[in-house]
């Protein structure tokens, strides 16, 4: 029945929320954390939109006297579970395409960070497996560490130290990754065919952050295009069978591709600063 | 009352109430409060409604409110039309046991 998107409701629920007193806060935030930290398997904006009703049926029961604790009972765990049981799941489009974005956002990643290895471009497909498996369960874990804490009392304290080992966990596996895991099966894509599937990318992106109507899809398009443009240039510097016309050549591609960010990476700053001015 | 003999029979007022005319979360609990489940709250409410909704007993609407911006009005559907029915001959039916039931219970304390 939603006939809104989820930012809507996010939005208009968090809008009524900061108008609660403190008590009411409070209740509410712990109620909407433990739903938010569910939204990974539940319909995002089912869930958003019962925040809004919820929100909007507490404000008028703060007004005439009530506290959300006399409102909504004092087992707000138990309703927010009632809540859950009865709400419609992920589905399972929804799902495969958030786990296709986290695989996307981490390979690219890695895929940056190879880029700045002297030598030629290595594609190791043991790694990127590992690393983008460790990283959907790692933002699994999170979303159940926010769950699990979203209704103890006093529990900020120990809930960072949960993340905070969470996230130091995440980083040594990276590492071990990285550094100690044999890689197995290497693809070793030598100049040029590294720099023409570097080029063809950058081209892509720098596309992308052109025709996107998103102000933050294109500054973090320019931002991959930036890192891309300065990792991919230690491809051509390495004393490899590279000819130094296309040396020259690929350099002075990279060059202008780096004004043209810079400049539109300002540009767009500007733009988006004078917006939020106005 | 127990809770669990009241989250079944809440069920059927809900949708008798809703019934009645479309009405949103907080003037349903109002209402049902008036109508002697005083200590009624929202903790209970909520997951039978969308309990509801998700079997297509009532639907929700969004609609322009009196107290400000658009809020979530439930209405009856025919399925729980047929809920309703089923719900009074089972009450009706489960009002006359228990009342022969202390009757008897009743009688025979008499007579002891």
Redesign the interface.
């Known amino acids: 029945?939603a006939?809104h998107n989820s930012d809507f409701y996010r939005e208009?629920y968090q809008k009524i929320a900061a108008q609660l007193n403190t008590e009411n806060r409070q209740y509410f935030d712990q109620l909407s954390d433990y739903l938010i930290s569910a939204s990974i398997t539940y319909d995002e904006t089912a869930l958003m939109?019962?925040l809004y009703?919820?929100v909007?049926?507490l404000q008028?029961?703060e007004t005439n006297g009530e506290t959300a604790e006399?409102?909504?009972?004092?087992?707000?765990k138990?309703?927010a579970d009632?809540?859950l049981?009865?709400?419609?799941p992920t589905s399972k489009r929804d799902l495969w395409q958030l786990l296709g974005i986290i695989v996307i956002i981490m390979s690219a990643f890695i895929f940056i960070n190879t880029l700045a290895d002297a030598g030629p471009l290595k594609i190791e497909p043991l790694h990127y497996l590992l690393i983008d498996t460790f990283t959907v369960v790692f933002i699994w874990l999170i979303f159940q560490t926010f769950k699990h804490f979203a209704f103890v009392k006093k529990a900020h304290i120990i809930q960072y130290f949960a993340l905070f080992c969470l996230a130091g966990l995440y980083i040594l596996f990276y590492l071990l990754v990285t550094y100690k895991i044999p890689a197995g099966i290497v693809w070793v894509l030598r100049p040029p065919l590294d720099l023409i599937i570097i080029g063809v990318i950058l081209i892509g992106v720098i596309i992308f952050t052109l025709v996107t109507k998103s102000t933050t899809n294109r500054l973090v398009g320019l931002l991959i295009a930036f890192l891309i443009t300065i990792n991919g240039s230690s491809s051509v510097f390495y004393d490899g069978p590279i000819a130094t016309y296309l040396r020259i050549g690929y350099l002075s591609i990279l060059g202008l591709f780096l004004i043209f960010e810079i400049v539109f990476g300002v540009h767009f700053l500007v733009q988006h600063y004078f917006k939020q001015a106005k | 009352m127990n809770t669990q003999l009241l989250k079944g029979v809440l069920e059927g007022c809900i949708l008798l109430v809703i019934q009645q005319e479309p009405i949103y979360g907080y003037a349903l609990i109002q209402k049902l409060r008036q109508f002697g489940f005083e200590s009624l709250v929202g903790g209970t409410v909520y997951p039978i409604l969308q309990k509801l909704e998700k079997n297509g007993q009532i639907q929700g609407e969004m609609r322009k409110s009196p107290e400000g911006p658009d809020r979530k009005y439930f209405e009856i559907t025919e399925v729980g039309k047929g809920t309703i029915q089923q719900f009074i001959a089972e009450w009706q039916q489960l009002t006359t046991n228990v009342t022969k039931i202390i009757k008897v219970a009743n009688d025979h304390g008499d007579t002891q």
């Not at chain 1, 049981?85 to 419609?88: F, Q, R, S």
Request: negative net charge; charged residues 15%; aromatic residues 8%.
């Open positions: 029945m006939t208009a939109h019962q009703d919820l909007q049926d008028q029961a006399t409102y909504f009972g004092h087992d707000p138990a309703m009632g809540i049981a009865n709400t419609k």
